[in-house]
């Protein structure tokens, strides 16, 4: 996966979207000029930040919804695009940290935030999860509750275990 664009502000640059029909509801795919930049869910829990306008170009997006639709078939594992993730420094942190979660294993926030080295900062890794502009790509879903359950996800918990029940059904086994 490329390295993502740290910036703390959003930029001006022109938006362009597409949409894409996956088995958790229809997907908004917005990106800029230096690459991806939001993946929204049809009932996402910040509907703001998926409304903000841009250009329909499903030519730009192609490559996105590709490899979307390859991990919605279960071949795709990982994925190789350009982003330009906008967030905070710590956000950022985070987020790369969820990059390592592998395909069909899960974490707990206690973990996720003892891996970037700051174990006490359990409710802040949550709040940085839960503001994932690129919930799939950048695997937020795999992050639950330390007892097990799953807790908080902006498509919904519905969605967060169909992805989960998805990467376990075709997550390589070891022997």
Same mark, same amino acid.
């Given at each position: 996966?490329? &390295?993502? %664009?740290?910036?703390?502000?959003?930029?001006?640059?022109?938006?362009?979207?597409? %949409?894409?029909?996956?088995?958790?509801? $229809?997907?908004?795919?917005?990106?800029?000029?230096?690459?991806?930049?939001?993946?929204?869910? $049809?009932?996402? &829990?910040?509907?703001?930040?998926?409304?903000?306008? /841009?250009?329909?170009?499903?030519? &730009? =997006?192609? &490559?996105?919804?590709?490899?979307?639709? $390859?991990?919605?078939? /279960?071949?795709?594992? %990982?994925?190789?695009?350009?982003?330009?993730?906008?967030?905070?420094?710590?956000?950022?942190?985070?987020?790369?940290?969820?990059?390592?979660?592998?395909?069909?294993?899960? =974490?707990?926030?206690?973990?996720?935030?003892?891996?970037?080295?700051?174990?006490?900062?359990?409710?802040?890794? /949550?709040?940085?999860?839960?503001?994932?502009?690129?919930?799939?790509?950048?695997?937020?879903?795999?992050?639950?509750?330390?007892?097990? %359950? =799953?807790?908080?996800? /902006?498509?919904?918990?519905?969605?967060?275990?169909?992805?989960?029940? =998805?990467?376990?059904?075709?997550?390589? *086994? *070891?022997?």
């Amino acid at each position: 996966m490329k &390295r993502p %664009t740290s910036l703390a502000q959003p930029s001006c640059d022109p938006l362009y979207f597409d %949409t894409l029909a996956s088995p958790v509801g $229809e997907l908004r795919l917005v990106a800029d000029d230096r690459g991806l930049r939001r993946v929204c869910f $049809e009932h996402d &829990r910040h509907p703001q930040a998926c409304d903000a306008g /841009g250009v329909r170009d499903p030519a &730009r =997006l192609r &490559r996105a919804c590709r490899q979307l639709e $390859e991990y919605f078939a /279960g071949t795709r594992r %990982t994925f190789d695009l350009e982003l330009h993730v906008v967030g905070t420094p710590f956000q950022q942190h985070v987020w790369q940290a969820l990059r390592g979660i592998p395909y069909g294993e899960t =974490l707990s926030y206690a973990s996720l935030a003892e891996r970037i080295g700051k174990p006490s900062a359990c409710r802040a890794v /949550g709040a940085a999860n839960g503001r994932n502009p690129l919930p799939i790509i950048v695997p937020c879903h795999r992050v639950i509750g330390s007892n097990g %359950t =799953l807790v908080g996800f /902006g498509g919904g918990l519905d969605v967060k275990q169909a992805l989960l029940a =998805l990467e376990r059904a075709n997550a390589p *086994t *070891t022997h």
